[in-house]
């Protein structure tokens, strides 16, 4: 292996660590306890290191936030590919999407909630991204009928936020949780 190579995988390792401690410090503690100095301290290399890495803590929360949308692609992905059902495709889909949302909230924040310098909705955004959203697409595609794909998956991710941002919020009671995710995609389903 090259010197160069060396270096480069020396140096995705760190970013990797960066990010890594910056997601289980924001689960831990909240996003206002991810700090650089505490990244620093838990990554064990000093802040210009990681400034190298990142331009600040936003820049953090962004490469966290594209790693959670990775993830939640992944994990649509099978559920929708778990059933040949367009019905309990969409279903498994939701599910999914709600239990990412509650199992991980830091990086659910990140991803919706914090500060972060990613273009949404075009051809410039990052794959891990588009890929989620193609999930959405992929989901909906059977039930569109003459609507617009793309509109059709936005409202359902737009009803998802908005469920699950409500919900962990207070400001829709918990109990009623599964009635109105099943309402909602009710409408999708016909």
């Known amino acids: 292996m090259s010197i160069q190579a060396r270096r480069e995988r020396e140096r ?10 910056a ?18 301290e838990r990554v ?4 210009p290191v990681l400034y190298s890495h990142f331009k600040g803590k936003d820049a953090i929360v962004a490469a966290v936030a594209v790693e959670g949308f990775a993830d ?6 099978a559920a929708r590919t778990s059933t040949r059902s367009p019905q309990r495709a969409l279903a498994k889909v939701a599910a999914a999407y709600v239990a990412f949302a509650e199992q991980r909230p830091a990086l659910y924040d990140a991803m919706f ?4 310098n990613l273009p949404f909705a075009t051809p410039e955004a990052p794959a891990a991204l588009l890929a989620g959203f193609d999930e959405l697409r992929q989901v909906v595609r059977p039930v569109a009928g003459d609507d617009n794909e793309d509109l059709l998956a936005e409202v359902l991710w737009s009803g998802l936020h908005g469920l699950v941002s409500l919900t962990r919020g207070g400001r829709l009671p918990r109990d009623a949780h599964e ?7 009710s409408r999708f389903s016909g």
């Open 179 to 185: 009635r109105r995710l099943a309402l909602l995609l």
């Open 23 to 40: 997601r289980q410090l924001a689960e831990a503690e909240g996003w206002e306890a991810v700090t650089t100095r505490r990244l620093a």
């Open 72 to 77: 939640l692609a992944a994990e649509m992905r």
């Open 44 to 47: 064990e290399y000093s802040q």
């Open 113 to 116: 909630n914090q500060t972060v």
């Open 12 to 21: 995705a390792d760190r970013e990797r660590l960066i990010v890594t401690a």
